[in-house]
């Protein structure tokens, strides 16, 4: 375990991990997944004993039923109403918002995991495109110049502007992949000066999705991944207990470095060292 990360630890009523970086490394495409040490055995002592657990990822490419049984042929005991994107979170906050058109700059499989939740949803080729009560990005490498023009103007004419992730790589088999909703999210807001609200990690209508899905307060829920500006900064905007890994993109150096908002309790080399914390007793 590394050091030197002493803040006092509060007992522990949930779990929330990340996927790449923490529990699995994806392939650049997403299409292929690698297991992290000590992911399986973790979950299914959690599962076995009732301990509440789910998993949020800021990748949006796959709505759960897709995603989910990928997971589990891998031997991670997550079932798909325990798996979640942005584009659950940003289900949430359009439908309460009252938007009735969304413009999704995304793939096939983002547009179905927001038709899922209940969200009207509109396509950039689709008539009067534009003018979408809303316009939300994500995970869409086949974006191309049409898609950021009708995009803008939505925008431009008054839509609301969201995006699944401002982050602009992610961990992966290969190294640092590329965040597409960051590069799509920032050539919309460079043409309309309107900044897209975050609805995955580290928003906090992320944090306040994760405690509701785990019926505990934010106090008692433990974030566990690998990024500090992800879900780090997350932890701390929810007063969650934050728990870094080294197995993704941040080094055990890089985690000491943090500053205040964007430091765990606690930092671990493998899943398996969870246990020596004392959060599963």
């Avoid at 006092?8 to 996927?19: E, H, K, N, Q």
């Avoid at 009735?100 to 547009?111: C, I, P, S, Y």
Wanted: with cysteine; charged share 20%.
């Amino acid at each position: 375990m590394t050091a030197p990360f002493t803040e006092p630890l509060r007992p522990a009523g949930g779990f929330m991990f990340d996927l790449d970086g923490t529990l699995i490394l994806s392939d650049r495409n997403l299409g292929g997944y690698t297991l992290l040490p000590g992911a399986v055995d973790l979950l299914n002592e959690l599962a076995a004993r009732g301990i509440p657990f789910l998993a949020l990822t800021n990748g949006s490419a796959y709505p759960a039923r897709e995603q989910g049984p990928r997971l589990r042929a891998l031997g991670l005991p997550i079932p798909d109403d325990r798996l979640f994107t942005p584009n659950s979170v940003a289900g949430m906050v359009m439908r309460d918002r009252g938007f009735d058109r969304v413009l999704v700059l995304g793939t096939e499989g983002v547009a179905a995991a927001l038709g899922d939740e209940g969200v009207t949803i509109v396509r950039p080729g689709e008539p009067d495109a534009a003018r979408a009560d809303a316009v939300y990005v994500a995970w869409y490498p086949e974006c191309g110049m049409p898609d950021i023009h009708v995009a803008c103007e939505a925008v431009l004419g008054g839509a609301a502007l969201f995006s699944a992730s401002d982050v602009p790589f992610f961990a992966s088999k290969g190294g640092r992949a590329f965040g597409y909703s960051c590069a799509i999210g920032g050539a919309i807001a460079r043409v309309t000066g309107r900044e897209p609200e975050v609805t995955g990690k580290p928003s906090i209508h992320a944090m306040n999705f994760v405690a509701a899905k785990l019926g505990v307060p934010g106090e008692a829920v433990v974030v566990i991944g690998d990024d500090p500006r992800v879900e780090t900064e997350m932890a701390r905007l929810g007063d969650a207990m934050g728990i870094g890994v080294t197995t993704g993109t941040t080094p055990a150096a890089e985690w000491a470095a943090q500053p205040p908002g964007r430091r765990p309790h606690r930092v671990i080399d493998s899943l398996a060292q969870l246990r020596d914390l004392g959060l599963l007793d």
